[in-house]
């Protein structure tokens, strides 16, 4: 009796003295990618300061890494997809999906799963509201637009609700702030979009540009291909996503070639740039119409048409009235349905 008092006795003060951990002043993410791809690597963008952090994926799609974070941050995470990841130190989050079922397969465990949780179901929900065409959600009449954005906040607040318990404050406070934001910016675009809607709605006068530079000589105005379709496809020499269209729109006017329709490429590089721009259509060859807007994204014409970035495509019918002020690009089969489907 006396010699289990003793290893009872001992059992306590070993207890007693044991030291508490301090919090970790790092996190840790780690993982497994279910048909990775080769040489591809996890990134994690902070927008907030700019910041990218690369996690290093092996031939298996293993991961592993610590990050120090000066304070909690939601990252913007790239693998072929893209996704949101809040982390702060002291975390330990595992982080596993399917690259070829994503959507289905994004799962998290650990230290940080209900946070990430919230996320992604924030994002399911986001993916919901807006649906496939985020103009024709901007689009609705303000009583049903209004009740769906409602939904939305009133959804994500409750999940906030539920797992209170499970979620730090830093995160809940975030979240509030985030949900404040996104019914400030949220008004602001469906605003916008109803004032794009009068005035470059189908059917609505084109609104004009002047006396551009053209590449083989002279200048252009939007007036000259009028008795035309026009399809103008908006872009600059820095853009990646214009160049990758180019290859698309040179099989596309050789398509139509000879039939009721000009493909003007409409740059709005700046005019110190004009060198680089031709330069780029001769090393590519560029068929078209070749002109350059006269002021760069400060054109009046790119203000006119809201442009806020590119590529864009505007196709006009031959009165010089809006087709669809923002339409498919040339790599989209359903540009070709469109086109099918006009008197071309």
Known sequence: MKHIFSIVLLILIMVSCKKEQPP?????IHGTITNPIDSLNLRLYDPKSN???IVEVDKDGNFR???????????????????????????????DFDI??????????????????????????????YGEDYKVFLSLDRPAFEAKTNAYVNGI????????????????????????????QNLAQYEEQQKINKLLGKGKPSPEFKDYINYVGGTSSLKDFKGSYVYIDVWATWCVPCIYEIPYLEKLEKDYHGKNIKFVSLSIDNAKDEAKW????????????????DNAYDS????????????????????????????PRPSEEKLKTLFNSLDI
């Open 24 to 28: 970790k002043d790092y996190a840790v």
């Open 157 to 184: 607040e409750k999940q906030l609700e539920i797992n209170k318990a499970k979620l730090d404050s830093a995160f809940i406070n975030l979240q509030k702030q985030e949900l404040k934001s996104f019914q400030e």
């Open 51 to 53: 910041k990218s952090f």
């Open 278 to 293: 031709r330069k780029m259509i001769k090393d590519k060859n560029m068929s078209g119409v070749q002109i350059l807007a």
């Open 65 to 95: 890494d610590t990050l120090k974070l000066e304070e909690p941050v939601t990252f913007t995470t790239v693998y072929e997809n893209i996704f949101a990841l809040y982390l702060k130190n002291d975390m330990e989050i595992k982080i």
């Open 300 to 327: 009046q014409f790119i203000k006119d048409y809201f442009i806020y970035g590119i590529p864009r495509f505007i196709l006009l019918d031959p009165k010089g009235n809006i087709v669809n002020y923002d339409a």
């Open 100 to 129: 070829k079922k994503f959507s289905e397969t994004l799962g998290f465990t650990g230290n940080g799963e209900a946070q990430n949780n919230i996320l992604k179901y924030k994002a399911e929900q986001a993916n919901e509201l």
